[in-house]
């Protein structure tokens, strides 16, 4: 299976300012045979739903906001959240579809500070 | 508006049964992959089962494999988890979810999820 981590397991950023949180895979989830790494990004609010925000490791959902960003390739990958915004308040995973089962990171929690 | 959900949670005892049901609206249900994910209280998220658009391919987590038992009926929307042999391991909110088209199986629509307790 390939385990997923992710750090830290929470943060506190200042309204307006820059959150970072990284995921790290146990093996390459970069398909060769479409150079493409099958790697997203959830946000989760407390009672509902994850909500897909990136997929391919750097591309944003429709709808989500262009201060989300993904990057990374192989086995390393970050989600930046730029300048912000009180409604960033949730817990953010990552996930690999690149091989069954398909796994999770175990959350960051991002908080205002 | 494209919809998942969910029914079929509740109590039930050690060893006991219970059947959950995924009932898709304003997308073509046949097209799509659809999974089940789960999510034990204060925890993070795993990943139970798979099933793809016509049903002729499943996987399972290895944690549920021979007690669980996902299908879909494409004329009726819909897909199904039967699970069996439950233990209190298995009380988590359980989601179904739609794997996106051409995007591999990032999943792009969540339901809201059906609570499963799993107490004597």
């Known amino acids: 299976d390939i385990v997923m981590t992710q750090s830290p397991d929470s943060v506190a950023v200042s309204l307006g300012e820059r959150a970072t949180i990284n995921c790290k895979s146990s093996?390459?989830?970069?398909?060769?045979?479409?150079?493409?790494?099958?790697l997203v990004w959830y946000q989760q609010k407390p009672g509902q739903p994850p909500k897909l925000l990136i997929y391919?490791?750097?591309t944003r959902e429709s709808g989500v906001p262009d201060r989300f960003s993904g990057s990374g390739s192989g086995t390393d990958f970050t989600l930046t959240i730029n300048s912000l915004q009180p409604e960033d308040v949730a817990v953010y995973y990552c996930?690999?579809?690149?091989?069954?089962?398909?796994?999770f990171g175990p959350g960051t929690k991002v908080d205002i500070k | 508006q494209v919809q998942l959900v969910e029914s079929g949670g509740g109590l039930v005892k050690p060893g006991g049964s219970l059947r959950l049901s995924c009932a898709a609206s304003g997308f073509t249900f046949s097209d799509y992959y659809m999974s089940w994910i789960r999510q034990a209280p204060g925890k993070g998220l795993e990943w139970v089962s798979y099933i793809s658009n016509s049903g002729g391919t499943i996987y399972y987590a290895d944690s549920v494999k021979g007690r669980f038992t996902i299908s879909r009926d494409n004329a009726k929307n819909s897909m199904y988890l039967q699970m069996n042999s439950l233990r209190a391991e298995d009380t988590a909110v359980y989601y179904c979810a739609r794997s996106a088209l051409g995007i591999g199986d990032a999943f792009d629509i969540w339901g809201q999820g059906t609570m499963v307790t799993v107490s004597s």
């Open positions: 996930q690999q579809y690149y091989g069954i089962p398909f796994t």
């Open positions: 093996q390459s989830v970069l398909n060769n045979s479409n150079n493409k790494n099958h």
């Open positions: 391919w490791a750097s």
